[in-house]
């Protein structure tokens, strides 16, 4: 008997943003990229790697011509790639985001000249030091191939991206379970910033299908509520010292995305305001947020979920 003809699949619209979320169904590794410039040293996320050739050995990866450091990563002669392993989500975030200069993702953390003298990250492995063999253009990216002339090999449990959220092999294995009187379950700060993590890692991780840094995500989230805020506020609601924060606003501002207007009580004090393409920004964030918190919460009661939000607001305003 004839089998029936499969049914066609309808195919989604191409655009950018269908065919980043199509891509995103496959599991790629993570690396970080680093390169020295003119003086400056410069690293980012990526998980563009892939290998090309044996003889010569031959890497490649491809950056966005975007990217704050792009010009820094076509003009350097030589790279470095860095493998992440499942415990370094906090690092591929770091280097991820696109606040403040190359050389701030490098702030407190050791490091040093390898052999062609891009910066090599103590602590990691793999690692793969690369002459820039070749440069070719990839339409909205730059495709870098690199001979790897030398390289540190390890065994580890990698650390995956996928669907725009940082996964770790076996990451669904029950963890050992503590006693319910240990530090870890009863010390007050240290649940919190475990729950920190738990809520916003992966959400944090899928901001860049936005073009979004988690600095400029938490300045637009906090603008498409209230309008009018001083630098001090934002800096404040936005988890920010206020130096760091006059310094995003300018990038932003120069996006686009705010605005500074006078404050009618005080002309000699801006306040910060949604731009019209600043608020088409996060408009779809937003609600992303939304439809991944009420995934974190659904294991709870109604009842639940207000009590933890209630007590967390009078601890956050009674010791503001």
Same mark, same amino acid.
């Given at each position: #008997?004839?089998?029936?003809?499969?049914?066609?699949?309808?195919?989604?619209?191409?655009?950018?943003? @269908?065919?980043?979320?199509?891509?995103?169904?496959?599991?790629?590794?993570?690396?970080?990229?680093?390169?020295?410039?003119?003086?400056?040293?410069?690293?980012?996320?990526?998980?563009?790697?892939? $290998?090309?050739?044996?003889?010569?050995?031959? %890497?490649?990866?491809?950056?966005?011509?975007?990217?704050?450091?792009?010009?820094?990563?076509?003009? @350097?002669?030589?790279?470095?790639?860095?493998?992440?392993?499942?415990?370094?989500?906090?690092? @591929?975030?770091?280097?991820?985001?696109?606040?403040?200069?190359?050389?701030?993702?490098?702030?407190?953390?050791?490091?040093?000249?390898?052999?062609?003298?891009?910066?090599?990250l103590e602590g990691l492995a793999p690692i793969f030091e690369c002459r820039t063999w070749a440069r070719y253009d990839g339409g909205d990216h730059t495709i870098l191939v690199g001979e790897?002339?030398?390289? %540190?090999?390890?065994?580890?449990?990698?650390?995956?991206?996928?669907?725009g959220v940082l996964r770790a092999i076996g990451s669904e294995r029950p963890q050992r379970e503590l006693p319910h009187d240990s530090f870890a379950r009863t010390y007050l700060a240290y649940?919190?910033?475990?729950?920190?993590?738990?809520?916003?890692?992966?959400?944090?991780? $899928?901001?860049?299908?936005?073009?979004?840094?988690?600095?400029?995500? !938490?300045?637009?989230?906090?603008?498409?509520?209230?309008?009018?805020?001083?630098?001090?506020?934002?800096?404040?609601?936005?988890? #920010?010292?206020?130096? !760091?924060?006059?310094?995003?606003?300018? !990038? #932003?501002?120069?996006?686009?995305?705010?605005?500074?207007?006078?404050?009618?009580?005080?002309?000699?004090?801006?306040?910060?305001?949604?731009?019209?393409?600043?608020?088409?920004?996060?408009?779809?964030?937003?609600?992303?947020? #939304?439809?991944?918190?009420?995934?974190?919460?659904?294991?709870?009661?109604?009842?639940?979920?207000?009590? %933890?939000?209630?007590?967390?607001?009078?601890?956050? $305003?009674?010791?503001?």
């Open positions: #008997m004839a089998g029936r003809p499969a049914r066609a699949l309808a195919a989604d619209p191409l655009t950018p943003e @269908a065919f980043r979320r199509a891509l995103g169904q496959f599991p790629t590794g993570v690396t970080i990229v680093t390169a020295e410039h003119g003086g400056r040293v410069v690293g980012m996320t990526a998980n563009s790697f892939t $290998s090309v050739s044996l003889d010569p050995p031959l %890497i490649l990866w491809c950056v966005a011509k975007g990217a704050p450091s792009y010009r820094a990563f076509v003009q @350097a002669d030589a790279f470095a790639i860095h493998f992440l392993g499942a415990g370094h989500q906090d690092l @591929a975030l770091r280097f991820a985001g696109k606040g403040g200069s190359g050389s701030d993702k490098f702030t407190d953390l050791a490091h040093a000249p390898g052999e062609t003298g891009a910066p090599i790897v002339v030398h390289f %540190i090999s390890k065994p580890h449990e990698p650390l995956l991206f996928h669907s649940l919190l910033a475990r729950a920190s993590h738990v809520v916003s890692s992966e959400f944090h991780a $899928s901001l860049k299908q936005w073009g979004l840094s988690v600095p400029e995500w !938490r300045v637009l989230a906090c603008l498409s509520d209230v309008e009018g805020l001083s630098v001090g506020e934002l800096a404040a609601m936005a988890l #920010m010292k206020q130096p !760091r924060m006059t310094k995003l606003l300018d !990038r #932003m501002a120069a996006q686009k995305l705010v605005e500074r207007r006078p404050d009618p009580k005080d002309r000699r004090r801006a306040l910060i305001h949604l731009t019209p393409q600043g608020r088409a920004r996060v408009a779809p964030v937003v609600p992303a947020a #939304m439809a991944h918190e009420a995934q974190l919460l659904a294991p709870f009661t109604e009842e639940e979920r207000a009590t %933890i939000k209630h007590a967390l607001d009078l601890l956050i $305003s009674r010791r503001s």
